[in-house]
């Protein structure tokens, strides 16, 4: 009989241990590294026979060298904050990507930027859309949090703001590339070959721009003091018009922060996105399920946003440093580093 009793001990208490260590419950209350930080450069198909070897060493250096600016920061001691606007900005002073310089053409043959940031530890956030003259839109997000009584500024408005918050206007001609000029001639081309064959069931944005390469950039960082900041920046999608307005500045969907769960930037076909509020329901999931990190951005991407038919991916970071890529396009240019300096540069799916 006792030895019974002893055996059914043991058999509770292995029971509750095993709960207790499961790898998923780990990942979710140990805290695994002091500071993080996560980056992507928009996702697509993006083909390794696509990219020279030129272009693919110019886009992991470009990678590298912001996500070194923000890590040292974090290193420093610095807040998340200044960590994602600091990274941001070397990824929109950067032709290679869909943001600031080198931000994709609308219809009209302008460029319209749109850029959010929110701040884990308050849950403030600031968001811009549709601007044409600030050099910085990411920067314009955040003065939009801490200088007004609002999250969200559009158009001219945005643009006063920022003239008058002493910010950085620059001559809209500053955002022009080639490169992105011939790809709006390109798609506009093919717009009119879809209308030519009467296909009505081409929408807007037809196939092709299903498999383009987006660009946009994001960035999640944890800082010593534990708090979460998530920021986005974009050119949004080439021949965008009607002032259309994608994910990156929505709040919940291109971007999300918040201290008890995790930090999110999207980038992909942005009206997927919004319909599926993917930054927040990573968000949520992992308060309400109680979920990982890992098996929140899997179920949101590769479950909820693929079945809907959206493409693209996240960047997500959580509260104890675990970080996750997940998408569900050919490519995602993406890096990341940690407190032990651990750098990962990556671009096609592996
Ligand atoms: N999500 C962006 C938009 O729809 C595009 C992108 O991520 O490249 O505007």
């Not at 941001?88 to 009209?108: C, D, R, W, Y």
């Not at 660009?215 to 999640?220: A, I, M, Q």
Request: aromatic share 8%; charged share 25%.
């Amino acid at each position: 009989m006792k030895s019974f009793f002893i055996t059914l001990l043991l058999l509770i208490s292995f029971g509750c241990k095993k709960e207790i260590t499961s790898p998923e419950e780990k990942t979710a209350t140990t805290k695994k590294h002091e500071f993080a930080i996560i980056i992507h450069g928009g996702a697509g198909t993006i083909l390794k026979k696509n990219l020279s070897d030129e272009k693919e060493a110019a886009y992991k250096a470009k990678l590298e060298e912001a996500i070194k600016v923000g890590h040292t920061i974090l290193k420093n001691g610095g807040t998340s904050q200044e960590a994602v606007i600091k990274t941001i900005q070397v990824m929109e002073e950067s032709p290679l990507f869909n943001a600031g310089k080198g931000a994709v053409f609308t219809h009209e043959e302008t460029n319209e930027l749109d850029a959010s940031f929110m701040d884990g530890k308050t849950l403030n956030a600031g968001a811009v859309a549709g601007v044409t003259n600030v050099k910085s839109p990411i920067e314009l997000a955040v003065k939009i949090m801490t200088d007004s009584d609002h999250v969200m500024l559009s158009g001219k408005g945005a643009s006063i703001f920022a003239e008058e918050k002493g910010l950085e206007i620059v001559d809209p001609s500053y955002f022009y590339t080639e490169r992105r000029f011939q790809s709006l001639q390109k798609i506009k081309n093919k717009n009119k070959t879809a209308l030519d064959h009467d296909d009505k069931k081409a929408s807007f944005y037809d196939a092709d721009i299903k498999n383009a390469k987006f660009g946009t950039v994001g960035c999640v960082a944890l800082d010593k003091s534990g708090n979460i900041a998530a920021g986005t920046s974009t050119g949004g999608m080439t021949n965008k018009r009607w002032g259309r307005i994608g994910d990156a500045p929505i709040i919940g969907s291109g971007t999300y922060a918040n201290n008890l769960t995790c930090g999110v930037s999207s980038t992909g076909w942005g009206e997927y996105f919004i319909r599926s509020q993917v930054a927040y329901d990573i968000s949520a999931q992992m308060e309400y399920q109680n979920k990982s990190l890992k098996e929140a951005t899997t179920d949101v991407i590769q479950n909820k946003l693929t079945k809907l038919g959206g493409t693209g991916g996240v960047i997500a970071l959580d509260k104890n440093g675990n970080m996750s890529f997940e998408f569900n396009t050919a490519g995602m240019y993406r890096a990341s580093m940690n407190d032990e300096d651990q750098l990962i540069v990556k671009i096609y799916k592996e």
